[in-house]
């Protein structure tokens, strides 16, 4: 039997989400702002080739099925993070290109972006699936908080490091600093991940030899197993109300409480002061609980948080409808620091379950679960901050006032937290059929092997 993972293996798979965020980070942020200011091109432009790259990620259960089907998933995992980083290089090149040959620069950059959503696809979706596999239910609220909390990391030093380099700019030391940030990050990655996962078992080997099943009656198999449909139901509608928010809270703190850029700046930095709290908090409390239940007590405090997290979210929301109808009067920082919070709640609950339910239903399918999860949520993410600045620009212009257009777009954003954490409880919801089906399905793998059952039913890993 594979042993789980330790505290300092689930910190060295953390690093790697670090190395991870690091280039996307610098690919998602520095890359805009170089676009629309050093070379006056659309803001559509970068936003274009960000909204590409999530629409790449669609292909996550490609890469997940087939780190299911291999011995080991750090190949999966190194060669993920390997292509985000000459995607990153390349598209620091396409945009030198760009700027005295805007076509050709313009396709290579899509190339470049295409390599990134490819790069995040295959190592994030293996890095779950890994830890998914690995880690110890007790451990898994930690795991993710851990998880997270690093990435973000690497997404500050990263801008702190290369802010700090890129000046004065030009485009040759923008090539530079993305070629040592993309390098040092694989590094990490690579020393990060070497060892972790341990030597091939023979029951992995015999699954790599085995017969390969089909990958769209795979997608099939999980379809049907109602614990992962109502889970991607719930990932989709929570990141996108998650993600709504992300181009429109600055801009409502500017045009309807009066602003400076860095205010607006500073309120953003005490939104994230919550959200690593919340994660902290949620990962620490799961730590403890972890002493004294086993796997099921464990997953039901997670869905608890969950639902929990959600539902704050949904009121701190709300409370930022009620502050664009009051205007400066309200107390607008606090209330954006409980939005923080609650996020961070909610986003490593969400993981932490993710961990967890990825192990359900058919035996030896975590990355195609992880897969599919990410999916929706790349969906969610590409889709969320176009639809909240679209709907902004569009009730502004409707209602003729700032105000009533973020009052609807906030509550609409609240209306899809309830939604979640409604979702979020039918996760854990017994199916009245799912006995005699799941039965059915998990008898026998596709290729005609015995497949292990769920180890325990849905109320107890929701």
Not at 256 to 274: D, E, L, R
Not at 430 to 457: F, H, I, K, M, N
Request: proline share 4%; aromatic share 8%.
């Amino acid at each position: 039997m594979t042993k789980p993972l330790s505290w300092l293996g689930i910190a060295r798979l953390g690093l790697v989400q670090c190395a991870i965020g690091s280039i996307v980070a610098l690919c998602t942020s520095t890359f805009n702002r170089v676009m629309v200011v050093e070379l006056s091109l659309a803001a559509s432009v970068p936003a274009g080739l960000v909204a590409w790259h999530y629409a790449i990620q669609l292909s996550r259960p490609r890469w997940g099925f087939g780190s299911d089907l291999g011995a080991r998933r750090t190949p999966w995992i190194i060669g993920g993070v390997g292509m985000l980083a000459l995607g990153a290089v390349l598209a620091s090149a396409a945009i030198a290109v760009m700027r005295d040959a805007p076509v050709p620069g313009a396709v290579l950059a899509i190339a470049a972006f295409a390599m990134i959503g490819v790069g995040v696809g295959a190592a994030g979706t293996s890095l779950l699936a890994l830890m998914a596999a690995r880690t110890a239910p007790q451990r898994r609220p930690a795991a993710a908080a851990i998880t997270w909390i690093l990435m973000i990391f690497g997404i500050v030093v990263t801008a702190i490091v290369a802010g700090g380099l890129l000046d004065p700019f030009s485009e040759q030391r923008l090539a530079m600093v993305t070629g040592g940030v993309a390098a040092m990050a694989f590094l990490v990655a690579l020393v990060a991940v070497a060892g972790v996962e341990g030597a091939q078992t023979a029951s992995a080997a015999q699954a790599a030899t085995a017969p390969r099943p089909d990958f769209r009656a795979a997608v099939a198999e999980m379809w049907a197993e109602q614990t992962a449909r109502r889970f991607t139901l719930f990932v989709f509608a929570s990141m996108l109300a998650y993600s709504t928010q992300d181009l429109i809270l600055e801009p409502f703190a500017g045009l309807v409480f009066k602003m400076t850029p860095g205010q607006s700046t500073q309120m953003s930095g005490v939104q994230h002061m919550g959200v690593l709290l919340g994660m902290v908090l949620v990962g620490a409390f799961g730590g403890a609980l972890g002493k004294y239940k086993a796997g099921g007590g464990a997953s039901v405090w997670l869905r608890g948080w969950t639902i929990a997290g959600c539902l704050a979210s949904a009121v701190a929301l709300a409370g930022l409808a009620c502050a664009a109808i009051v205007g400066p009067g309200w107390p607008l920082q606090p209330t954006v620091f409980a939005l923080g919070f609650a996020n961070g709640v909610f986003a490593v609950a969400a993981i932490g379950s993710m961990m967890g339910l990825a192990g359900e239903g058919r035996g030896g399918r975590e990355g195609l679960r992880m897969g599919v999860w990410g999916a929706a949520q790349a969906m969610a993410f590409g889709l969320g901050g176009f639809l909240g600045a679209v709907l902004v620009d569009g009730l502004r212009a409707a209602f003729g006032a700032d105000a009533p257009a973020f009052v609807a777009v906030f509550s609409l954003e609240a209306a899809l937290f309830g939604l979640a954490a409604w979702l979020a409880v039918r996760v854990g919801a017994a199916d009245p059929a799912a006995p005699a089906s799941s039965t059915a399905r998990d008898v026998t793998s596709s290729s005609g092997a015995a497949a292990p059952a769920s180890l325990s039913g849905l109320e107890a890993r929701g």
